[in-house]
């Protein structure tokens, strides 16, 4: 599945799962940038912090999302 369908995908989701998919994109990105994260610290950030965290470090995510 290319990102584009993944994507088209996430924006079929009801708001509450999309919800989640950024919390978890998010959890992989502060694991990935810090080895020593634990994995579970994803899961303390607000949809808001998530979201935050998951553009700023992906902005082409951002970008295709905009389309």
Do not use: H, Y
Not at 38 to 52: N, P, V
Request: some cysteine; proline content about 1%; glycine content about 2%.
């Amino acid at each position: 599945m290319s990102a584009s369908e993944v994507i088209t995908e996430i924006n079929n989701l009801p708001a509450k799962e999309q919800e989640q998919v950024f919390s978890f994109l998010a959890q992989k990105i502060i694991a990935k940038r810090d080895t020593e994260a634990k994995t579970s610290l994803g899961e303390k950030l607000s949809f808001d912090e998530a979201c935050e965290v998951v553009f700023r470090e992906n902005r082409e995510l951002l970008g295709l999302l905009a389309k």
